[in-house]
């Protein structure tokens, strides 16, 4: 039996690295056939699993445990990261959705995409941090993403993530609900979100927003290429 690489990562480190949405990616992405993602990427049991189908055209494929996504932001910053890792670094990447221009600054890895290629989000603004801390798992197919402001002023807000609609119980990291936060509150943002992810928002004025954070790689492992 045939094998290739799954890189896993943590994307949307804190700045101490706290955090992190584990990620799965698969940059010989065309060795898995299309038929056999979804299974992969349920057996592997990550909230995404990506599969990068061309590194020097940044064509990939997104699937969460039970369906493929147009697009994900912790997937596409742990993507461009892990290309610009591993030497192939790209300035665009092609997710189904369509085209997502990234770059590096600093520490972070950054993407631009537009709010509403992402799966919907209900976004309640909660009186407290502790009530979002007290939010409890809604279930069924809810998409739903409680906040409160930490300091408006500074513009940090805590939020939590549910995508239960697309297989996932609470999200660590969700850089397409960062997207929308942006576009909701129209200036620039830190989050922070599940158990110390830190996720960095810049609304642009043409109906885009910059998601960033920081990537560190955890494991490099063989897996086979299912026939």
Same mark, same amino acid.
């Given at each position: 039996?045939?094998?290739?690489?799954?890189?896993? %990562?943590?994307?949307?480190?804190?700045?101490?690295?706290?955090?992190?949405?584990?990620?799965?990616?698969?940059?010989?992405?065309?060795?898995?056939?299309?038929?056999? /993602?979804?299974?992969?990427?349920?057996?592997?049991?990550?909230?995404?699993?990506?599969?990068?189908?061309? /590194?020097?055209?940044?064509?990939?494929?997104?699937?969460?445990?039970?369906?493929?996504l147009p697009l994900a932001?912790?997937?596409?910053?742990?993507?461009?990261?892990? %290309?610009?890792?591993?030497?192939?670094?790209?300035?665009?990447?092609?997710?189904?959705?369509?085209?997502?221009?990234?770059?590096?600054?600093?520490?972070?890895?950054?993407? /631009?995409? /537009?709010?509403?290629?992402?799966?919907?989000?209900?976004?309640?603004?909660?009186?407290?941090?502790?009530?979002?801390? +007290?939010?409890?798992?809604?279930?069924?197919?809810?998409?739903?993403?409680?906040?409160?402001?930490?300091?408006?002023?500074?513009?940090?807000?805590?939020?939590?993530?549910?995508p239960n609609g697309i297989?996932?119980?609470?999200?660590?990291?969700?850089?397409?609900?960062?997207?929308?936060?942006?576009?909701?509150?129209?200036?620039?943002?830190?989050?922070?979100?599940?158990?110390?992810?830190?996720?960095?928002?810049?609304?642009?004025?043409?109906?885009?927003?910059?998601?960033?954070?920081?990537? +560190?790689?955890?494991?490099?492992?063989?897996?086979?290429?299912?026939?």
């Amino acid at each position: 039996m045939s094998a290739t690489t799954l890189h896993t %990562l943590r994307v949307f480190l804190g700045p101490g690295g706290e955090g992190g949405n584990p990620l799965g990616v698969v940059l010989d992405g065309a060795a898995i056939p299309t038929a056999q /993602r979804q299974a992969v990427a349920a057996d592997l049991g990550f909230s995404e699993t990506v599969f990068v189908d061309d /590194r020097t055209t940044g064509a990939l494929r997104i699937h969460t445990p039970t369906v493929e996504l147009p697009l994900a932001g912790h997937p596409l910053v742990g993507t461009a990261w892990l %290309l610009a890792h591993a030497g192939t670094p790209v300035d665009t990447l092609r997710p189904p959705a369509g085209e997502v221009a990234t770059w590096s600054d600093g520490e972070l890895t950054w993407i /631009r995409g /537009r709010p509403e290629w992402g799966p919907p989000y209900d976004k309640p603004r909660l009186d407290s941090v502790a009530a979002v801390d +007290a939010f409890a798992i809604p279930g069924g197919d809810a998409m739903v993403a409680p906040w409160a402001w930490e300091d408006e002023a500074a513009g940090r807000l805590r939020a939590r993530v549910f995508p239960n609609g697309i297989g996932i119980e609470e999200d660590e990291a969700t850089g397409a609900a960062a997207l929308q936060f942006g576009a909701l509150l129209g200036r620039e943002l830190v989050i922070r979100q599940g158990v110390g992810s830190e996720l960095h928002v810049r609304p642009g004025g043409d109906g885009t927003v910059a998601v960033g954070g920081r990537v +560190a790689l955890v494991s490099e492992d063989q897996m086979p290429v299912p026939a």
